[in-house]
């Protein structure tokens, strides 16, 4: 596959995931044996449904969630996303209760296209500054 279509196939899955909210869509640009090294899920099983499960979580959580692709660069079989992703939380996540908050945050997404699929990806995002804005704010007393 050229380093086009990678960088292709790599935003595509974005677009479908993060701001069409198409879970299926996007786990069908990926591997069955897909895994993903995130320090925010240490505990990510690999393949389609562990990468359906996880994002389904996610939009449940923060329903208008969407992301921009800031750059991207490519080079063989690995492509490079800086992302920055916005949205506002109604329900509850893992260690993050809901408060209605809105935040904006961003991350770095390296992705390994093999057979015209992404099929690892390495992922780090802000995700103290995102929990910063969502926790609760502390009253002046």
Same mark, same amino acid.
């Given at each position: 596959?050229? &380093?086009?279509? %990678?960088?292709?196939? &790599?935003? !595509?899955? =974005? ?6 909210? +198409? &879970?299926?869509? /996007? /786990?069908?640009?990926?591997?069955? %044996?897909?895994?993903?090294?995130? *320090? $925010?899920?240490? +505990? =990510? ?5 562990? =990468? ?10 923060? *329903? +208008?969630? !969407? ?11 690995? &492509? /490079? $996303?800086?992302? $920055? ?6 329900? +509850?996540?893992?260690?993050? *209760?809901? #408060?209605?908050?809105? =935040?904006?945050?961003?991350?770095? $997404?390296?992705?390994?296209? !093999?057979?015209?699929?992404? /099929? #690892?990806?390495?992922? %780090? ?10 926790? *609760?704010? #502390? !009253?002046?007393?």
């Amino acid at each position: 596959m050229a &380093v086009m279509d %990678n960088k292709e196939l &790599v935003r !595509s899955c =974005f677009e479908k995931a993060c701001n069409q909210h +198409d &879970v299926d869509g /996007a /786990a069908e640009l990926i591997s069955e %044996n897909y895994m993903l090294h995130e *320090p $925010t899920q240490p +505990d =990510f099983s690999g393949g389609r449904e562990a =990468f359906k499960k996880m994002c389904s979580a996610y939009l449940e959580a923060m *329903p +208008d969630c !969407s992301c921009t692709i800031d750059d991207q660069v490519a080079e063989g079989d690995r &492509v /490079a $996303t800086r992302w $920055t992703l916005k949205g506002c939380q109604t329900k +509850d996540l893992p260690d993050i *209760p809901s #408060e209605g908050r809105c =935040f904006r945050t961003s991350g770095i $997404t390296i992705s390994r296209v !093999s057979g015209g699929k992404i /099929a #690892e990806e390495w992922s %780090n995002m802000d995700d103290l500054g995102m929990r910063n804005q969502l926790a *609760p704010k #502390e !009253s002046a007393s």
